[in-house]
């Protein structure tokens, strides 16, 4: 059992929809990660929230958006998006500094 | 900034045999070390971590791992593998960035247990 749910599991989508993908964790952590991985390859890591604030931006295209809206939640929105953004996308969180972080199973996520 | 290495793609095994996962890891003052696995259309378990203490770590499933500092290693070990052990294994190191920590991975080890 994951203690990080993302919901949905799967997603088509066209280039020009907006859809959001969904992240929850009820232990506490007061971080919060979204990774995106391609197929063979390590997870890269997109944003952190650092107590409901962006502290980490690694210059995603602004086609991805994320928010925060409470200390269990995490989203990601999604407009515009292209055929190089299929990928599995990853939420984690952590309880502190230097702590594991604890993955959901992913969203994966594919543009038509 | 810190970074890993994980000298081997792929690593082959019969089921039963030990097997070594290599990871080494850039030097620095406090190092946070993970392994990390992925089985197929899973996200990422948590196998071990080292913060600080004993350089020998357990984990779940029966891997251990050592930290050596000396030789910026950690390596990723089980005497004895089964089947299910295949999957794809991460290594990582935990580092700040603007206030904040983020995990570095490596580029990962794809285990494969034959029978």
């Known amino acids: 059992d994951t203690e990080v749910t993302q919901t949905p599991k799967h997603l088509v989508m066209g280039m020009t929809n907006k859809k959001s993908l969904k992240c929850e964790q009820h232990m506490g952590h007061r971080a919060m990660y979204w990774y995106k991985q391609k197929a063979k390859k390590p997870p890269e890591l997109m944003f952190v929230y650092s107590y409901e604030k962006l502290s980490i931006n690694e210059s995603v295209p602004s086609r991805f958006s994320p928010e925060c809206p409470n200390s269990s939640l995490l989203n990601l929105h999604l407009h515009a998006l292209q055929p190089e953004d299929s990928a599995l996308y990853l939420c984690?969180?952590?309880?502190?500094?230097?702590?594991?972080?604890?993955f959901g199973d992913g969203t994966r996520l594919s543009i038509l | 900034a810190q970074s890993v290495t994980q000298l081997d793609s792929q690593v082959p095994v019969f089921e039963e045999a030990p097997v070594e996962l290599r990871c080494n890891y850039s030097?620095?003052?406090?190092?946070?070390l993970f392994w990390y696995v992925q089985y197929p259309n899973q996200g990422l378990q948590l196998l071990l971590k080292y913060l600080s203490g004993s350089t020998l770590v357990k984990g779940i499933n029966g891997f251990e791992a050592e930290f050596n500092k000396s030789q910026t290693s950690f390596h990723l070990r089980k005497p004895s593998v089964h089947i299910s052990d295949t999957a794809e294994y991460f290594c990582a190191v935990s580092t700040t960035q603007g206030g904040s920590e983020k995990l570095v991975f490596g580029k990962g080890t794809k285990l494969t247990v034959n029978p």
């Open positions: 984690a969180s952590s309880r502190d500094r230097h702590q594991p972080q604890h």
């Open positions: 030097s620095s003052v406090s190092v946070y």
